[in-house]
């Protein structure tokens, strides 16, 4: 195939949702169509297998939340998908956030019986940053649902954004029957309990064919008339300029634990989602098709598999080809790279990748020289933005519960901190390590991980730090501030100052002393 049309033919995305609107299962039903996982029997191995996988990670299951985000890479007639696998529970939004920036394309998922909730708002505030096209999927249509129209009404009011439907639900709860695909003009049946299976839909010639007739009870024919028409009335016609831009979403109504309405999204992304989207790079926007192949990291994950500790950084291919054994520049670095052993994420299995497309996200084991924002290129020196960084906004002190092994203690900490799991701080001052996060779960988690992937007994302990920032400028100036506040300094996993502060006055006193300095927030991960 050509290099452009194997570009064209890829659709990276992500399921945004609020926990529990569906989001693991619709990812199951979509690798049903991948070929990942084709018979029944099949489904329930894959899920012991899946729970094997991650049962390194006890807060998972202790939780039962999702905390490590993916990628499953699967094809479906004709078309390349790489579906990223964001963390639902809001302490983990950094790592959402940053998967985010790479993706092209987004489905919002929805409880029917719930509609938008927090989680789904703040995720689709940060599409909308990005201008990213969104489909919606409603959920959970064979329960008691609330009323289509109020769905897509609180859609449109709450998120502003224009709404048409793709598909309309005939019935709910006990009495649902299956949709009206109006994007494509048929019928497709509800067939309860067929989770594992693939449904037919029928074509039908419009809402007059004789056939729905036939196939549906009179009383749910005539309400489905009518409520298209007013769906009709009411709503703007599905425009692809508009969804492309971002402005308007198509909805789709379905019940993805039944497998049902999952083919219609599908084929929809297929259809409607971006190819790989260009790149915004510091120095200039990259297409996809270019030849050089350049690509930024977004996330770094350590111990993958407790038994090899290895540290995997994810790309984001933006531009280009890449090959196995490609040499790449580490622009942050300078150096040159060869890479021989990337991984691609086939939703089946891990592999070594021997070729990849920009939209494809491919697995760089590494000991660390990989961090998060980095740009790989083969061609000239550009950096990638857009990797978000977030403000650590609750510290607490970490120690290690036997003193004998502060030191390895420090090693876990430092990489995690490289993986972006946490910002920790290293006081001049003092043998505890601070460490900040955005959510207090992610002390659990992270308390969990020292233990079990480094075997360290930790305890975190409050603190009255209100907030921990970056001291940038002259290196003089920045000397004297230091040499002056050695008490609340401390240093990054990098080694940059940092400003402890206990409150905001002595925050505001430092910046009105040092007019000069900088005090940031976060540091650019650039
Ligand atoms: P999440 O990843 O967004 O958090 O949601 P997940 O897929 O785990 O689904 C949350 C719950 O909703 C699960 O039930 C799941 O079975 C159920 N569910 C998902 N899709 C549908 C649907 O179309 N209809 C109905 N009725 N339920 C659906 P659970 O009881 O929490 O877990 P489980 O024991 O069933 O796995």
Redesign the pocket.
Known sequence: MAFDQEIERRRTFAII?H????????TEKLLLFGGAIQLAGEVKARGDRRRARSDWMKVEQERGI?VASSVMTFDYEGHTFNLLDTP?HEDFSEDTYRTLSAVDSAVM?LDAAKGIETQTRKLFEVCRLRDMPIATFI?????EARDPFDLIDEVEQKLALDVTPASWPIGMGRDFLGCYDLLNDQLVLFDRGKGDVLTESIQCSGLDDPKLEELLPDHALEKLKTDIEMVRALCKPFDIEAYLEGHLTPVFF?????NFGVRELLAAIGKNAPSPRPGKALERSVTPTEDAMSGFVFKIQANMDPKHRDRIAFLRIVSGRFRKGIKAKHVRSGKIMAIHNAQLFLAQDREVAEEAFAGDIIGIPNHGNLRIGDTLTEGELIRYTGVPSFAPEILQKVRSEDPMKAKHLGRALEQLAEEGAARVFKPNLGSDWVVGVVGPLQFDVLADRIRTEYQLPVKFEATTLMTAEWVDGDPREVKKFVDANRASMAVDHAGAPVYLARNNWHLDKAKEDYPTLRFLKTKEEV
């Open positions: 949702s926990p529990d609107a569906g989001k693991t299962t619709l999702s639902g998922v959920n959970k249509m064979d329960r379905g019940s993805a634990i039944n």
